[in-house]
Nanobody, 125 residues
Framework: QVQLVESGGGLVQAGGSLRLSCAAS????????MGWFRQAPGKEREFVAR????????TYADSVKGRFTISRANAKNTVYLQMNSLKPEDTAVYYC??????????????????WGQGTQVTVSS
Protein backbone atom coordinates (compact mmCIF):
# COMPACT_ATOMS: atom_id res chain seq x y z
CA GLN A 1 0.00 0.00 0.00
CA VAL A 2 1.26 3.46 -0.83
CA GLN A 3 1.85 5.90 2.04
CA LEU A 4 0.38 9.39 1.61
CA VAL A 5 1.17 12.40 3.81
CA GLU A 6 -0.71 15.69 3.46
CA SER A 7 0.55 19.09 4.57
CA GLY A 8 -0.20 22.76 4.12
CA GLY A 9 -3.47 23.11 5.96
CA GLY A 10 -4.18 25.94 8.39
CA LEU A 11 -6.37 28.86 9.30
CA VAL A 12 -7.10 31.49 6.66
CA GLN A 13 -9.58 34.32 6.25
CA ALA A 14 -12.32 34.17 3.65
CA GLY A 15 -10.98 35.18 0.27
CA GLY A 16 -7.53 33.90 1.09
CA SER A 17 -5.47 31.08 -0.39
CA LEU A 18 -3.77 27.89 0.72
CA ARG A 19 -1.73 25.27 -1.08
CA LEU A 20 -2.00 21.69 0.08
CA SER A 21 0.64 19.09 -0.69
CA CYS A 22 0.49 15.31 -0.62
CA ALA A 23 3.73 13.33 -0.66
CA ALA A 24 3.55 9.70 -1.75
CA SER A 25 5.92 6.83 -1.13
CA UNK A 26 6.99 4.31 -3.73
CA UNK A 27 8.34 4.28 -7.26
CA UNK A 28 5.03 3.89 -9.11
CA UNK A 29 3.45 7.24 -8.19
CA UNK A 30 3.61 8.47 -11.77
CA UNK A 31 1.49 5.56 -12.97
CA UNK A 32 -1.85 6.25 -11.28
CA UNK A 33 -4.41 9.02 -10.82
CA MET A 34 -4.72 10.94 -7.56
CA GLY A 35 -7.62 12.68 -5.90
CA TRP A 36 -8.46 15.15 -3.16
CA PHE A 37 -11.48 14.77 -0.91
CA ARG A 38 -12.72 16.69 2.11
CA GLN A 39 -14.87 16.03 5.13
CA ALA A 40 -16.59 18.71 7.19
CA PRO A 41 -17.84 18.02 10.73
CA GLY A 42 -21.01 15.96 10.66
CA LYS A 43 -20.87 15.45 6.92
CA GLU A 44 -19.78 12.67 4.62
CA ARG A 45 -16.46 12.74 2.85
CA GLU A 46 -16.87 14.40 -0.54
CA PHE A 47 -14.95 14.59 -3.79
CA VAL A 48 -12.97 17.75 -4.52
CA ALA A 49 -10.64 17.10 -7.46
CA ARG A 50 -8.88 14.39 -9.43
CA UNK A 51 -5.84 14.35 -11.71
CA UNK A 52 -4.71 11.72 -14.21
CA UNK A 53 -1.34 9.99 -13.97
CA UNK A 54 0.20 12.39 -16.49
CA UNK A 55 -1.50 15.50 -15.16
CA UNK A 56 -3.17 16.06 -18.50
CA UNK A 57 -6.72 15.49 -17.31
CA UNK A 58 -8.38 17.03 -14.27
CA THR A 59 -11.86 16.87 -12.79
CA TYR A 60 -13.40 19.15 -10.17
CA ALA A 61 -16.47 19.26 -8.00
CA ASP A 62 -18.81 22.05 -9.04
CA SER A 63 -18.39 23.70 -5.65
CA VAL A 64 -14.66 24.34 -6.22
CA LYS A 65 -14.48 24.74 -9.99
CA GLY A 66 -12.70 27.96 -10.93
CA ARG A 67 -11.24 28.39 -7.43
CA PHE A 68 -9.17 25.23 -6.85
CA THR A 69 -6.44 23.75 -9.03
CA ILE A 70 -5.03 20.25 -8.74
CA SER A 71 -1.57 19.51 -10.10
CA ARG A 72 1.22 16.99 -9.68
CA ALA A 73 4.99 16.75 -9.84
CA ASN A 74 5.79 13.13 -10.61
CA ALA A 75 9.51 13.66 -10.16
CA LYS A 76 8.77 14.66 -6.56
CA ASN A 77 6.04 12.07 -5.91
CA THR A 78 3.76 14.93 -4.92
CA VAL A 79 0.27 16.13 -5.75
CA TYR A 80 -0.94 19.63 -4.92
CA LEU A 81 -4.21 21.43 -4.36
CA GLN A 82 -4.07 25.19 -4.83
CA MET A 83 -7.11 26.74 -3.16
CA ASN A 84 -8.00 30.36 -3.93
CA SER A 85 -10.96 32.56 -2.99
CA LEU A 86 -11.61 30.36 0.01
CA LYS A 87 -15.01 30.42 1.66
CA PRO A 88 -16.10 29.40 5.18
CA GLU A 89 -17.92 26.43 3.63
CA ASP A 90 -14.54 25.11 2.44
CA THR A 91 -13.67 24.39 6.09
CA ALA A 92 -12.94 20.66 6.38
CA VAL A 93 -10.27 18.04 6.78
CA TYR A 94 -8.71 17.52 3.35
CA TYR A 95 -7.48 14.08 2.27
CA CYS A 96 -5.46 12.95 -0.70
CA UNK A 97 -6.11 9.52 -2.14
CA UNK A 98 -4.61 7.18 -4.72
CA UNK A 99 -6.44 5.24 -7.42
CA UNK A 100 -3.92 2.52 -8.21
CA UNK A 101 -6.27 0.03 -9.81
CA UNK A 102 -8.33 2.05 -12.24
CA UNK A 103 -11.64 2.86 -10.67
CA UNK A 104 -14.98 3.12 -12.47
CA UNK A 105 -16.08 5.61 -9.80
CA UNK A 106 -13.52 8.42 -9.92
CA UNK A 107 -15.52 10.84 -7.78
CA UNK A 108 -16.47 8.39 -5.08
CA UNK A 109 -14.63 7.49 -1.88
CA UNK A 110 -14.81 3.78 -2.73
CA UNK A 111 -12.89 4.41 -5.95
CA UNK A 112 -9.62 5.01 -4.09
CA UNK A 113 -7.49 2.42 -2.33
CA UNK A 114 -5.04 4.47 -0.28
CA TRP A 115 -5.58 7.55 1.88
CA GLY A 116 -3.55 10.06 3.81
CA GLN A 117 -4.24 11.09 7.38
CA GLY A 118 -5.75 14.43 6.39
CA THR A 119 -4.92 18.09 6.98
CA GLN A 120 -7.28 20.62 8.56
CA VAL A 121 -8.34 23.70 6.60
CA THR A 122 -10.29 26.34 8.47
CA VAL A 123 -11.68 29.41 6.72
CA SER A 124 -12.90 32.21 8.96
CA SER A 125 -15.55 34.70 7.87
Amino acid sequence: QVQLVESGGGLVQAGGSLRLSCAASGRTFRSYPMGWFRQAPGKEREFVARISWSGGNTTYADSVKGRFTISRANAKNTVYLQMNSLKPEDTAVYYCAADRFGTSYPTQVDGYDSWGQGTQVTVSS
